[in-house]
């Protein structure tokens, strides 16, 4: 990022989806003012959970994959970087276990399967009159409030933002029948964690978003999401500084005004913006009052570990095998991406997704990756006889803090903290998922909004204290 020698200092701390968003912003509002940028990432790779590489010829993530219809921020960010996102395919499904097999439930497709769409619901024992009553009660209740469950602007919600948890809403509902034999596996896939753990507004949103919602469709670009992660990063890549952590965020008379590195480095600036896990920047906003806020996000853990097969070990246009609790295996949900995005796998081949969570998660983190992907290609075997002895390849993702929960009532607390920030250090902005609905949408508009308003601070601060 070119600037006069006596610009003024923006630091942004972390380089994901929050962070690359805030840089992409300054680098575009240039012509606005006279300033240089700094990003400081901890880790080695750049895009946090929206990380990509590839590997053999597959463009592998190692988190985030889809963009929703209604991620606006997301889809103009897009455009403007020529990055081409395609609809995904109107003919889909998914595998689901129960009594001993797969039960599967597709949109579109053949005669024949629509016809096991209809086995399924009359059949598997997820399903029952009772529970589809409630699903159906479930569905009118979201459809009345689906211009409140809205991705791109988070204070729609607030009012159906309570103290409750998902399972909460779900009992007080009588939505018990539903939560069991449906939902529970929904949040599960969606989130990582469990109903008891997801606030009730942020699990009614997802419902609505992934699926409830029909008449909206998920985009990907031609080659997965690493065209996107990549065309973002390109434009910021010179302003990137990798393995440098930050130890603390520096304050002197109520404003930001640097940081200091885990090596002992001095950077001073004139504005910070924070764009790390909440868990991050509680440890490194030295304010009391916004850390009490920020130690209270949770996140799940999540294990997702990819593989590169010369088979598709999936029915056809059957995207996702889903295992509720209960299923006696360790595995939560396995996907085939290049069934979504064909351009993500070499012709001929899959990349196939095992995603673990929870505690299962935890206990892979503590082996090493040859014995996680012994054990999970063990597990998968189990349940896909087509299963190869030998991937193309094998890539363990660990994620300890993979998605914010967002636990009820969060999300107006969240809000409040992020208004009364500004009076309590001064050219301090805080992005990340964690401060609206949690989605690659939210992280990329809250960088987008720091962004903005770290400008406006240094063209008059005292306006924006």
């Not at 964690?193 to 919602?213: H, I």
Request: glycine share 8%; hydrophobic share 40%; charged share 25%.
């Amino acid at each position: 990022m070119r600037s006069h020698p006596d610009a003024r200092e923006i630091i942004i701390v972390g380089a994901g989806a929050a962070g690359l968003a805030a840089a992409w912003t300054l680098e575009s509002r240039r012509r606005h003012g006279n300033y240089r940028v700094q990003i400081l990432e901890a880790s080695e790779r750049i895009g946090g959970r929206m990380f990509c590489e590839e590997v053999d010829g597959f463009q592998v993530y190692g988190g985030a994959s889809v963009i929703h219809e209604s991620f606006a921020t997301v889809r103009e960010m897009a455009r403007a970087l020529d990055v081409e996102l395609h609809p995904s395919p109107g003919k889909k499904g998914a595998q689901s276990f129960a009594g001993g097999r797969f039960w599967s439930l597709y949109v579109g497709g053949a005669l024949k399967q629509k016809l096991e769409s209809l086995r399924t619901m009359f059949f598997s024992p997820q399903n029952s009159l009772r529970g589809m009553w409630e699903m159906a009660r479930l569905f009118a209740k979201l459809r009345k409030h689906s211009d409140e469950l809205d991705f791109e602007d988070h204070t729609r919600i607030f009012d159906l933002d309570t103290g409750e948890s998902f399972a909460e809403f779900a009992r007080t509902n009588n939505l018990n029948r539903y939560l069991k034999h449906g939902g529970e596996l929904d949040i599960n896939c969606f989130t990582g964690g469990s109903p008891e753990q997801v606030g009730a507004a942020y699990g009614m949103a997802l419902l609505w978003l992934w699926t409830f919602n029909q008449a909206e469709r998920s985009y990907l670009p031609k080659q997965g999401v690493a065209t996107f992660a990549k065309a973002l990063t390109d434009t910021v890549a010179d302003s990137i500084r990798v393995a440098t952590p930050v130890e603390r965020i520096l304050t002197e008379a109520g404003a930001a005004r640097g940081v200091v590195t885990a090596s002992g480095e001095e950077i001073r600036a004139d504005a910070v913006i924070c764009a790390t896990t909440s868990s991050t920047a509680a440890r490194i906003i030295p304010d009391p009052a916004v850390r009490e806020v920020l130690e209270r996000v949770t996140y799940s853990s999540c294990c997702n570990v990819a593989f590169g097969l010369d088979v598709n070990i999936l029915p056809e246009d059957c995207h996702a095998a889903l295992f509720p609790q209960g299923s006696q295996t360790f595995l939560t949900m396995v996907t085939n991406l290049a069934g979504l995005t064909p351009e993500a796998a070499p012709p001929g081949k899959t990349l196939v997704h095992a995603l673990v969570i929870d505690e299962h998660a935890r206990e892979l983190f503590t082996c090493n990756d040859d014995e996680v992907l012994r054990r999970v290609m063990g597990e998968m075997r189990r349940f896909f006889r087509a299963m190869p002895e030998q991937p193309v390849f094998g890539k363990v993702y660990r994620w300890p803090e993979a998605i914010c929960l967002m636990p009820g009532g969060m999300l107006r607390e969240m809000h409040e903290m992020r208004t009364r920030l500004p009076d309590r250090i001064g050219g301090l902005f805080v992005a990340g998922d964690y401060t609206r609905l949690p989605s690659l949408n939210g992280a990329m508009k809250s960088g987008v909004e720091a962004a903005e308003d770290s400008l406006a601070y240094l063209e008059n601060p005292r306006l924006h204290r």
